[in-house]
């Protein structure tokens, strides 16, 4: 079997995904644009890939800029984990992504 992961930042979609046979759930808002999001990959049991993205798809890139663009995503990602960990998703369950692409400017997707 190939896992199958199921990118969304609705946890309605996301249960129904996982219920449909989807393994992972990729969070493209780290898991802010849903508040249940993080409740409900913890429900499901299954792992949550948490991205790290300022503003939205439609405003990212408006968003790029950093005073120390590795330290901020590290800080802002690690702060994502906590929160999943208070949800009930352990460690283990977790995937952070620096989100390269998204509100990051060239430097910073390279220095990511």
Same mark, same amino acid.
């Given at each position: 079997?190939?896992?199958?992961?199921?990118?969304? !930042?609705?946890?309605?979609?996301?249960? %129904?995904?996982?219920? %449909?046979?989807?393994?992972?759930?990729? *969070?493209?808002?780290?898991?802010?644009?849903?508040? *249940? /999001?993080?409740?409900?990959?913890?429900?499901?049991?299954? &792992?949550?890939?948490?991205?790290? /993205? !300022?503003?939205? &798809?439609?405003? /990212? #890139? !408006?968003?790029?800029?950093?005073?120390?663009?590795?330290?901020?995503? %590290?800080?802002?990602?690690?702060? !994502?984990?906590?929160?999943?960990?208070?949800?009930?998703?352990?460690?283990?369950? #977790?995937?952070?992504? &620096?989100?390269?692409?998204? %509100?990051? *400017?060239?430097?910073?997707?390279?220095?990511?």
């Amino acid at each position: 079997d190939v896992p199958i992961s199921i990118d969304t !930042r609705h946890a309605a979609v996301a249960r %129904a995904a996982v219920l %449909a046979g989807a393994d992972i759930i990729n *969070d493209v808002s780290g898991g802010t644009h849903d508040p *249940d /999001m993080l409740r409900t990959a913890a429900d499901l049991g299954v &792992p949550v890939i948490l991205m790290h /993205m !300022r503003g939205t &798809p439609e405003t /990212m #890139q !408006r968003m790029t800029r950093y005073d120390d663009v590795v330290t901020e995503v %590290a800080e802002a990602l690690l702060e !994502r984990s906590r929160e999943a960990e208070r949800a009930g998703i352990p460690k283990w369950m #977790q995937i952070l992504d &620096p989100g390269i692409g998204f %509100a990051k *400017d060239l430097g910073g997707n390279l220095s990511l």
